[in-house]
């Protein structure tokens, strides 16, 4: 199955698409996460990706459909994936659908999760990620068992850079702009479906799986 996942800033891409993931026994593909890997590696992807991602604006389509390109190459893609913001603007939607055909696959399901703005900032200014595991909290809406420690795997817990509220704000119009209009393009194509993403994450989580079973109405 090839899913994809938007929605805004703090919609709750990354904390529903680990949770599909491991139901579903696909690779979980972030941009940003890949993006934040080169950066802390240092890599002359990283130094590139680093310019646009501590602003809080979209890397340009070129770097990033080039690293989407690659990794959907790779041999556990074959029996699918979920691509988790990315496209972010129609040409990345384009070439998106140009990988695709040229090895013969298509999308199966768009989900867009919807969260109202002011939500999103509590949601970002309080998140804490597993600087081991990548594992994603909230201080309040999703604490971890101990404070600053992954209950997975015992890791740290860090903020991420672009998680202040004046980048916040830069993501969240970069969003509205070049990003929302994509919902046109996959709902005009039947494929997309909207998920209240304000509900607690176990109803999110459960109101996609059976999206993707096919068993919502
Ligand atoms: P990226 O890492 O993708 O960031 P983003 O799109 O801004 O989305 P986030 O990861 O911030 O939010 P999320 O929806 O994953 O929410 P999460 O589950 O963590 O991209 C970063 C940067 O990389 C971009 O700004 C850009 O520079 C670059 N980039 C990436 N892709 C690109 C592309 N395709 N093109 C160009 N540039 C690109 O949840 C947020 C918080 O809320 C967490 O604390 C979580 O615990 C909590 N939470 C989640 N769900 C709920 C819930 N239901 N109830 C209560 N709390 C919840
Ligand atoms: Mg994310
Ligand atoms: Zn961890």
Same mark, same amino acid.
């Given at each position: 199955?090839?899913?994809?996942? *938007?929605?805004?800033?703090?919609?709750?891409?990354?904390?529903?698409?680990?949770?599909?993931?491991? $139901?579903?026994?696909?690779? !979980?593909?972030?941009?940003?996460?890949?993006?934040?890997?080169? *950066?802390? $590696?240092? #890599?002359?992807?990283?130094?590139?990706?680093?310019?646009?991602?501590?602003?809080?604006?979209?890397?340009?389509?070129?770097? #990033?459909?080039? %690293?989407? +390109?690659?990794?959907?190459?790779?041999?556990?893609?074959?029996?699918?994936?979920?691509?988790?913001?990315?496209?972010?603007?129609?040409?990345?939607?384009?070439?998106?659908?140009?990988?695709?055909? $040229?090895?013969?696959?298509?999308?199966? !399901?768009?989900?867009?999760?919807?969260?109202?703005?002011?939500?999103?900032?509590? +949601?970002? &200014?309080?998140?804490?990620?597993?600087?081991?595991?990548?594992?994603?909290?909230?201080?309040?809406?999703?604490?971890?068992?101990?404070?600053?420690?992954?209950?997975?795997?015992?890791?740290?817990?860090?903020?991420?850079?672009?998680? #202040?509220?004046?980048?916040?704000?830069?993501?969240?119009?970069?969003?509205?702009?070049? &990003?929302?209009?994509?919902?046109?393009?996959?709902?005009?194509?039947?494929?997309?479906?909207?998920?209240?993403?304000?509900?607690?994450?176990?109803?999110?989580?459960?109101? %996609? &799986?059976?999206?993707?079973?096919?068993?919502? $109405?």
């Amino acid at each position: 199955m090839n899913i994809l996942f *938007m929605g805004p800033p703090g919609a709750g891409k990354g904390t529903q698409a680990e949770r599909i993931v491991a $139901e579903f026994g696909i690779p !979980h593909i972030s941009t940003g996460d890949a993006f934040r890997l080169a *950066m802390k $590696e240092g #890599t002359p992807l990283g130094l590139k990706a680093k310019e646009y991602v501590d602003q809080g604006l979209l890397v340009p389509d070129d770097v #990033t459909n080039g %690293i989407v +390109r690659e990794r959907l190459q790779q041999d556990d893609c074959k029996r699918g994936f979920l691509l988790d913001g990315y496209p972010r603007t129609l040409a990345q939607a384009e070439a998106l659908d140009g990988m695709l055909k $040229e090895s013969g696959r298509r999308i199966d !399901h768009v989900i867009s999760l919807v969260v109202d703005r002011d939500m999103l900032l509590k +949601r970002l &200014t309080g998140r804490r990620i597993c600087k081991s595991c990548g594992a994603t909290y909230h201080i309040l809406f999703n604490p971890p068992k101990q404070e600053g420690v992954c209950d997975k795997c015992g890791g740290e817990l860090y903020q991420r850079s672009d998680d #202040t509220e004046e980048k916040v704000g830069t993501r969240l119009d970069e969003y509205l702009s070049k &990003t929302e209009p994509l919902l046109r393009y996959y709902r005009d194509q039947g494929l997309l479906r909207e998920v209240n993403g304000e509900q607690e994450i176990d109803a999110v989580t459960a109101q %996609i &799986t059976s999206i993707l079973k096919g068993q919502a $109405e």
